[in-house]
């Protein structure tokens, strides 16, 4: 990553308000921004791209690269394979450049190791190092009127200001941290997203360790610890009844294909209601097989040696949490019975997931780095924000310059939208059409 006395060309050209805007600048380079940088490289190198990322080495879903645990999914649905086969930057060509192709597809795996994937992304950021300003977190924009021409300026938290001609915010999702845990400040509690630099910051083992959710981070999380901390007395509180088998249905699949988009976003709010409940076990509150059995097998043998440590606590919900200065007390209740239990644990892991945008108690109505600028946009009678099928957000009046969302529209765009690698590449071929029918470039 670049620092900001960096001389490089595109560094030096947005890094102050006196430098000429650059055409497309991106705020977050993970991979649906890197994606896009890759994307305007091929296919509109024309264009001057610049891209802003809060973290100095961003390392792909870091605090939860654990040993063993492989992608959601299919290696070849990569930064640029379904928009260009013949990409440089695909996985299978960062195979062959590390020379560990023919080894790699001779793996007993039907998915490859999630660490292997953060290389990848690393390896291909690193080929970007010159449009990427790293510790550079945006914290504000504007818009301001140069010669008469509207244009976006960005502030970071360093005063740091960039000025463009179109945004693309491409930050990740939020987590989500549900109540009563969003009012405590405690290192005893951390979101999925902390999990590894929790667990290798504590000073003494946990002797006892609640894990909130019921996801696939969920049932990794727990499986680690067992492994981490081998004494610890571990449960997993679930609201619904049990832990559920991800639906990996091809036909559900289907959900994560260009055309399902393009249906879903034709879909009014009620058949998006309903689409998205039918989804739902594609992606969430729901497990893989293989991690899944091994947890219950695991459990089982533990209750043959008469020494279970890890509990699975179905229709339970976390009402009350307190932290002092051993631990975390909490009251749970079980949603049917309304039975109170309390405990009191070491520490607390939210596998609770992330924030989507809309009106909605889990949700966030926009993405915070907007504020300044979010008055300029149109949301709809549901109180969402417009997004159009392109990914631009919908201005309220002329004036205000191009600004497009990256990897957060899944309440407009549906499930290939919830985040995930499936159509990264596509999207940002989409959003490239969207920058070249705007003129950009
Ligand atoms: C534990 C975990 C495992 C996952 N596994 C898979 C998987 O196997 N397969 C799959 O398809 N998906 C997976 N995902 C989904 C994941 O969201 C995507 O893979 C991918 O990371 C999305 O890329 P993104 O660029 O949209 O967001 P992120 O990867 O979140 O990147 C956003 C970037 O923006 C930066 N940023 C944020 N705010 C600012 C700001 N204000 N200014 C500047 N920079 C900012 C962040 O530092 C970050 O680098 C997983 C997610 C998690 C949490």
Request: hydrophobic share 35%; glycine share 8%; net charge negative.
């Amino acid at each position: 990553m670049l620092t900001r006395d960096d001389e490089r060309r595109g560094a030096v050209k947005a890094t102050g308000p006196a430098q000429e805007p650059v055409d497309v600048l991106g705020i977050g380079f993970g991979p649906a921004n890197l994606s896009l940088a890759i994307a305007l490289q091929e296919d509109l190198p024309q264009a001057d791209a610049f891209f802003l990322e809060a973290a100095r080495n961003p390392v792909w879903q870091g605090g939860l690269l654990l040993d063993g645990s492989n992608m959601q999914n299919h290696p070849n649905r990569d930064l640029v394979t379904l928009r260009n086969p013949r990409s440089h930057y695909s996985f299978v060509n960062y195979l062959f450049e590390q020379g560990r192709l023919i080894q790699h597809l001779n793996l007993p795996l039907e998915f490859p190791l999630r660490k292997e994937y953060a290389q990848y992304i690393d390896w291909a950021t690193r080929q970007f190092r010159s449009q990427v300003a790293g510790g550079a977190r945006a914290t504000d924009i504007a818009v301001a009127e140069v010669d008469g021409t509207p244009e976006y300026v960005v502030t970071c938290a360093d005063g740091s200001q960039h000025r463009a001609r179109s945004l693309v915010v491409g930050t990740g999702r939020t987590p989500f941290v549900p109540a009563p845990f969003d009012s405590l400040d405690t290192p005893r509690v951390c979101h999925l997203t902390q999990y590894l630099h929790t667990v290798r910051a504590l000073e003494e083992a946990p002797r006892s360790i609640a894990v909130v959710g019921g996801s696939q981070s969920a049932v990794e999380i727990v499986l680690d610890l067992a492994h981490r901390f081998p004494q610890a007395k571990i449960v997993n509180y679930v609201r619904k009844f049990g832990l559920r088998l991800k639906d990996t249905s091809p036909f559900s699949e289907e959900g994560f294909f260009p055309a399902f988009t393009d249906y879903y976003y034709r879909a009014d709010r009620a058949s998006k209601n309903e689409l998205d409940a039918y989804m739902r076990p594609t992606n969430y509150s729901s497990t893989d097989a293989d991690v899944l059995h091994h947890l219950y097998a695991l459990m089982y043998e533990q209750r043959l040696d008469g020494d279970q440590r890890i509990f699975v606590r179905g229709n339970s919900e976390v009402r009350t949490a307190e932290a002092d200065d051993t631990g975390v007390r909490l009251e749970v209740e079980e949603v049917h019975t309304k039975d109170v239990s309390s405990e009191h644990v070491d520490l607390v892991i939210l596998a609770t997931g992330f924030r989507d945008l809309g009106p909605g108690p889990r949700q966030e109505a926009y993405p915070a780095v907007l504020a300044g600028v979010i008055d300029r946009f149109q949301f709809d009678d549901d109180g969402y924000l417009v997004v159009e099928p392109d990914y631009q957000l919908r201005p309220r009046s002329d004036g205000t310059p191009p600004l497009f969302l990256n990897g957060l529209c899944e309440s407009s765009h549906g499930i290939g939208d919830a985040g995930s690698f499936s159509l990264l590449s596509l999207r940002a071929a989409t959003i490239l059409d969207g920058l070249r029918k705007q003129g950009i470039a």
